[in-house]
């Protein structure tokens, strides 16, 4: 249950709250109503006052808080004199309890304020030892003359009756489990320069090539599928053994991937994984007949990106992945096998990664 206050104050033997209020005021105010409630007749202080008290608060605090409220008795704490009435103080933590001439009353104060503990001790032995006297009421005056009748007011019109506006009906929700996970839904567009080498195979030189990749993300925080693809620029390379003419290699992939990713404050980790299908369009150049051949090769598609979100849609990305086909397809140049496709690809995207949901 919320707090909305904090009890300070004392309580009496029977366990009654005090009203909240600053300490000092309370206790004085409660100690009033109290004694003065329950006092006997107004008698004369008494002479000699012994304080016990150790802890919170000490019996030199009691001292000299008692002091200007009983001037004409004499407090101590030490030995006293003969007679004296004693005062104890005995902290108990939280709470502390006086004792005083017969009288006894228990304070909670978890704050343990040593000086509000002496004061609130001090009224309380001052009024349960010269309790105020209760003032005589005051004798009504006897009217000198009748008093003139009065006019009884003219009655009013009845108030109208209060009326209660019917609670709004309260819209629910279209969708259900649904609309829950539309709004967790999360769409993503990734834009970026790619570069892509192919390491040598066989007789087969390194091949470069470059361009410009897009990729559309859709699903959770934490898993998304992804699907794209890149525009490529075509390699041209000359075969070994070729004493005229060179090859020309143009590629588009696409892939479809399942990725895992993981964000911690703006930094994404993320890993994927899927199939590739890659357009491939080898033709012949400086040939006295140039031939040229289409295929479509699949193969699988793996990578990691790391993401740094600059707010809540924009992201700078890199990513590194690879292309594996799980065959090479020959280059034939004057009926003679002359090279051979890649099998590997190893790509590098630099880019910025847009939240579009």
Not at 183 to 194: D, I, K, M, P, Q
Request: glycine share 12%; charged share 15%; aromatic share 4%.
């Amino acid at each position: 249950m919320p707090q909305i206050g904090a009890r300070r104050g004392g309580s009496d033997k029977m366990g009654a709250p005090m009203a909240p209020a600053a300490h000092r005021t309370l206790v004085a105010q409660a100690l009033l109503a109290l004694v003065g409630v329950a006092a006997p007749a107004r008698g004369a202080p008494p002479a000699a006052v012994r304080v016990i008290a150790a802890g919170c608060p000490g019996a030199g605090e009691v001292v000299a808080a008692l002091a200007p409220l009983l001037p004409s008795t004499l407090a101590s704490a030490g030995a006293g004199v003969p007679g004296a009435v004693e005062l104890r103080v005995i902290d108990r933590g939280a709470s502390y309890r006086v004792e005083v001439a017969g009288a006894a009353r228990d304070f909670p104060d978890e704050a343990r304020r040593c000086s509000d503990r002496a004061r609130a001790a001090a009224v309380f032995a001052t009024l349960t030892l010269d309790p105020p006297a209760l003032a005589a009421p005051p004798t009504p005056p006897t009217p000198s003359a009748p008093p003139s009748p009065t006019v009884p007011p003219a009655p009013t019109a009845p108030a109208p009756p209060i009326a209660f506006a019917a609670p709004a009906p309260v819209a629910r929700e279209r969708g259900g489990g649904a609309g829950r996970w539309l709004r967790a839904l999360r769409v993503e567009l990734e834009l970026g320069g790619r570069f892509e080498v192919a390491p040598p195979a066989g007789s087969s030189t390194v091949l470069l090539d470059g361009g410009g990749a897009l990729h559309l993300a859709v699903g959770t925080a934490h898993l998304a599928l992804v699907v794209g693809g890149a525009g490529l620029a075509p390699a041209s390379f000359r075969p070994p053994g070729l004493a005229a003419g060179s090859a020309r290699l143009l590629r588009a992939p696409f892939d479809l991937d399942l990725r895992a990713s993981l964000r911690r404050s703006r930094i994404e980790l993320s890993v994927e994984a899927g199939l590739a299908i890659t357009v491939l369009a080898a033709s012949g150049e400086g040939f006295a007949t140039n031939l040229g051949q289409t295929i479509a090769d699949v193969g699988v598609h793996a990578g990691l990106l790391v993401r740094v979100w600059l707010g809540g849609r924009l992201a700078p990305y890199f990513a590194l992945d690879a292309l594996g086909s799980p065959r090479s397809y020959p280059l034939v140049a004057s009926g003679a096998v002359v090279d051979s496709t890649p099998r590997l690809w190893i790509g590098a995207t630099l880019g910025l990664a847009i939240k579009l949901h």
